[in-house]
């Protein structure tokens, strides 16, 4: 049984990139980040087999494939090159379970001249496929979960350096807090960045806004902001141009609620010790832009305040559901109760 932890990926990956890693006739790796998912997968996949570039030694197959004929895995696993060396067999994914397929490899006393890389989706703890690699001591399964900031920062340092950049700390959080959720995603977003700036010798914060702003988003921040920032003009502007634009009051209540949650928390840390600018450090998903505000929301807001708010806002999404007619005019009110009173 060899179901690797969060921590002991990197190194396993390292290890496996080098040519030191043990050998598991079957990897399985998946999660809920695909495009993490699909990345280690190819990775390992490429690794095992001595010519990537040769198809009769990367065998690329679906899972429904298998699910169909669960022999195959088992003739392909056991069929030996025409020219010798190790063959990689790359299982994509499936919405069939496909583990009777893989059991009955596991099954076998001896796989030495293959490697069966399964790139499984988000399964279960009690998905059929998970539970019998997790269990057995010739598979190894590896979970793939959303990026940590600090593993959102490594793949922003590893791409840019690749391209002969050196990222200012400003710039490199600055774009750390503008992408993520999933690696796929997350490497185009940067590759249209690294785009943008081809030619330059500086990545600026100013790029990190024009490329990876999405201004929708930042047209609600600016809502928020202005509602537990004390500023009732710039939240009536905002707050009129996004209805107009056809985004539900309901939804802008929903992000109010999200952030008054959020600072609660903050609040809370301070108020028990903790540095402010440690909290802001470990605040994910703020915008660079809005550190300054958000620091003076802290400082205006109590703990009591923000609970009070959240009382309010959470009633207040019930009657714009309730009234979906008047949900305009609930949120414009809410909203405007946070600007002018001080938490």
């Not at 009129?240 to 999200?258: D, F, H, N, T, W």
């Not at 620091?295 to 109590?302: C, D, G, H, Y």
Request: with cysteine.
């Amino acid at each position: 049984m060899v179901a690797l932890k969060a921590n002991e990926i990197d190194g396993f990956l390292r290890r496996n990139a080098a040519g030191q890693a043990p050998h598991y006739p079957v990897v399985l790796v998946y999660g809920p980040d695909i495009g993490l998912v699909n990345e280690r997968a190819k990775a390992i996949a490429e690794k095992a087999a001595d010519d990537p570039e040769d198809p009769f030694q990367l065998i690329r197959i679906d899972g429904d494939t298998i699910a169909s004929d669960p022999r195959r895995l088992v003739d392909e696993a056991t069929t030996v090159g025409l020219f010798g060396g190790r063959r990689t067999i790359w299982v994509k994914p499936s919405s069939r379970n496909f583990a009777p397929g893989v059991e009955a490899l596991l099954a076998l006393s001896d796989i030495e001249n293959a490697v069966v890389v399964i790139e499984g989706g988000d399964l279960a703890r009690t998905a059929p496929l998970r539970t019998l690699c997790e269990k057995n001591r010739n598979a190894l399964a590896i979970p793939c979960y959303a990026d940590s900031e600090r593993d959102l920062a490594a793949v922003v340092e590893d791409m840019f350096r690749q391209e002969g950049f050196t990222l200012s700390r400003d710039v490199r959080q600055a774009i750390v807090t503008s992408v993520g959720g999933d690696r796929l995603a997350t490497r185009g977003e940067l590759a249209k960045l690294l785009l943008y700036v081809h030619g330059r010798n500086e990545v600026t914060l100013d790029d990190v806004e024009a490329v990876l702003a999405d201004v929708s988003s930042l047209a609600m921040d600016a809502i928020v902001d202005a509602a537990f920032s004390g500023n009732p003009v710039a939240l009536e502007s905002n707050f009129r141009r996004l209805v107009a634009e056809g985004v539900p009051a309901s939804v802008i209540l929903g992000a109010a609620l999200r952030h008054a949650l959020a600072l609660l928390q903050a609040r809370l840390d301070i108020e028990e010790g903790r540095p402010a600018s440690a909290v802001m450090e470990s605040w994910r998903g703020l915008h660079f832009k809005r550190k300054g505000q958000v620091e003076r929301q802290l400082s205006r807001w109590s703990a009591t305040g923000l609970q009070t708010a959240i009382s309010n806002l959470q009633a207040s999404l019930l009657e714009t559901r309730r009234f979906a007619v008047l949900s305009e005019d609930i949120g414009g009110r809410t909203l405007l109760s946070l600007a002018i009173r001080r938490g």
